[in-house]
Every structure is written in structure tokens, then in C-alpha cells.
């Protein structure tokens, strides 16, 4: 069976939708749990940036090297057509390696580290950034997932090249794939 590329609609407005969910829902946690960013500078707010960028790379980069047991086709770089930083893996991947792959800074860096500081009574401002920029830079994330998951079966098989994504159905039967 031959690979095809997925023709995923995307929709600026439902991608807006959720970027502007999570960030009102976030900013109501963290002022109900007495942070206030209003002490970091801007400067301090765009230096931090690019760590949470950097580690939310490497983590998604971590989580496919681990999928492809291998860390020869994980790449990272700056494509300045979009004007972003990027993890690229090629390689073949399940539904739920894809999946998980994407995830991962979300469930690390946003929901692990924010449970850890919370549960450790951390207030610091400046963390609590760190756990906010890393929940927006997973926005395309976590509507990738979602339309990922309203599109195909859990039994598809993905492979990523360069920034195309290509998909085939498995026929449990006739091929046996690792999920």
C-alpha cells in the first residue's frame, strides 16, 4: 500500500478559538493560585522565550529519537518561510507514537512541571512563565491532535518527511506493524 499526504484542513479561526481558551483558562489558574507576571519585564518575558522554545523542540525531538530508536533523523532548525523553530523526524510512526510525540512538551513541560511547582507550593513568576509560554507554543500541537484524531483510525500508519506528512490505512491482516 502506498504512502499518501494528508490533506488536514486547517482553520485559522478554530486555531485562534483554542489559543485564546487556553490562554484565559491559564490566566485564571494562575491568578487564583496568586501569581502575577505583571513584575517580569518585557525583556525578561522575551529572553525566556527562547529557552521554552528550545526545550519544547527537544523534547518533541527526545520523543520521536525514542519512537525511531534513533537520533539520526531527528533535525532541528529555523525556517524563516514561517518564521519558526522546528523539530523535523522523519520516519514511520503509529497513531499513537505520532500522537504522543506531539504531546509530549504539552504533558512535560505545561502539565508535569506545572503539577510539580504547584504541588511544591512554587510561586515564582518567572516559572510559572516558563509553564505558560510552553501551553501557547503547543497550541498547533494540540489542534494537530485533534484533527489527527477527527481524521484517522488508530490503526493508520504515519511518515513524516521534511514538513509533509503522509499517511496509509493498515490492513491488520496482510502487514503487521509495531503500534
Known sequence: MNWTITNLKYSKLKLILIFLTIYHTF?????EFGISFEEISIL????????????????HGATFALFLKSTRSVRFGFEPKYFVIYCQ????YSFQKLITSTLAPLI????????????????SPLMWMF?????????????NVILISK?????????????????????????????
Do not use: C
Not at 525578561?44 to 523534547?59: C, D, F, G
Not at 523526524?89 to 514511520?92: H, L, M
Not at 513541560?109 to 510561586?123: E, N
Not at 505558560?132 to 489542534?143: A, E, P, R, W
Open 89 to 92: 523526524a522523519n520516519g514511520e
Open 131 to 143: 509553564v505558560f509560554y510552553n501551553t501557547f507554543m503547543s497550541t498547533l500541537d494540540i489542534y
Open 27 to 31: 490566566e485564571y489558574a494562575i491568578n
Open 108 to 123: 512535560l513541560l505545561t502539565l508535569v512541571l506545572g503539577l510539580v511547582l504547584f504541588s511544591l507550593g512554587i510561586t
Open 44 to 59: 525578561t518575558r522575551l529572553l525566556i522565550t527562547i529557552p521554552v522554545i528550545i526545550l519544547h523542540e527537544l523534547v
Open 151 to 179: 481524521t484517522y483510525k488508530t490503526t493508520t500508519m504515519f511518515k513524516l518527511e521534511g514538513f509533509k506528512l503522509y499517511y496509509k490505512e493498515l490492513v491488520m491482516d496482510n502487514e503487521q506493524y509495531e503500534l
